[in-house]
């Protein structure tokens, strides 16, 4: 929140957060073997910085140490769930606070099959709704790789806008990519619901390295 120290803990809510077709909750230890079956996939690799080698290791690390960087302010990871199977889906977390200027950024990613079905855009508008009311954050902030067209898409549709392109602002496996940095303002997300409604199809349901 503003004000809010650097440091300052974060507190998840104490109910999922849900549009009715996508849910958002914490990590839990069962996630973790389809975690890592999620991880495993050319696209997550190709335009995130999830370790290409991705296992058990890494997804028990991720679900572990979750909870001490809600407490310690340093972020806010959800699990994305499907409210119909409950099913886990993918990934999606607020980082990099910057609490002085009561901003965050946004990091997500999808299981291969859950895509094209609009979880990405009802997850992104459900964590900065949140992240706007619970948080008290001002400014919401999401870098897609300018190549990443789908996570470009899917930043537009929940009313993000494109306000630059970063050159070699993120190393992606030891190279330099420039990045589109899409911005959004809680005046901006209230705008495009209200214009598009969820802007997903009636009949559908990512540093990023952070998703
Ligand atoms: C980014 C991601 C979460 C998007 O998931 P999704 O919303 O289910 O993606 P979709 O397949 O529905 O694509 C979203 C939109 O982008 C469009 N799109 C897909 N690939 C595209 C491409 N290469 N170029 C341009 N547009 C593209 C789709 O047509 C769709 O637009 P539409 O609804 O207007 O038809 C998913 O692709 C993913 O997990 N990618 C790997 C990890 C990642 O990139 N994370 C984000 C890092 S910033």
């Known amino acids: 929140m503003i004000g809010m120290a650097s440091g300052a803990r974060i507190v998840l809510p104490a109910e999922p957060l849900s549009d009715g077709a996508t849910v958002l909750r914490p990590w839990r230890e069962s996630d973790i073997p389809r975690l890592v079956?999620?991880?495993?996939d050319e696209e997550i690799m190709r335009w995130t910085r999830v370790p290409t080698?991705?296992?058990?290791?890494?997804?028990?690390?991720?679900?572990?140490?979750?909870?001490?960087?809600?407490?310690?302010?340093?972020?806010?990871p959800f699990a994305i769930i499907s409210s119909t199977d409950h099913e886990l889906l993918g990934s999606i977390s607020l980082v990099r606070f910057t609490w002085e200027h009561a901003r965050g950024e946004v990091g997500y990613?999808?299981?291969r099959e859950a895509r094209?079905?609009?979880?990405?855009?009802?997850?992104?508008?459900?964590?900065?709704a949140w992240g706007f009311a619970s948080l008290g954050?001002?400014?919401?902030?999401?870098?897609?790789?300018?190549?990443?067209?789908?996570?470009?898409?899917?930043?537009?549709?929940?009313?993000?806008?494109?306000?630059?392109?970063?050159?070699?602002?993120?190393?992606?496996?030891?190279?330099?990519?420039?990045?589109?940095?899409?911005?959004?303002?809680?005046?901006?997300?209230?705008?495009a619901g209200g214009r598009s409604g969820t802007g997903v199809r009636a009949d559908s349901i990512g540093s990023s390295a952070d998703a």
């Open 37 to 40: 079956a999620i991880c495993r």
């Open 53 to 76: 080698a991705y296992g058990i290791t890494a997804a028990r690390a991720w679900v572990d140490e979750s909870r001490a960087l809600v407490q310690d302010g340093i972020s806010a």
């Open 116 to 128: 094209g079905l609009g979880h990405a855009t009802r997850a992104l508008r459900l964590i900065c």
């Open 137 to 191: 954050l001002e400014r919401i902030e999401l870098l897609a790789a300018t190549g990443n067209g789908a996570s470009q898409r899917v930043a537009e549709r929940a009313g993000f806008t494109r306000e630059a392109v970063l050159r070699s602002y993120h190393m992606l496996h030891e190279a330099p990519f420039d990045m589109v940095a899409f911005g959004l303002l809680p005046g901006d997300a209230e705008s």
């Open 109 to 111: 990613l999808l299981a």
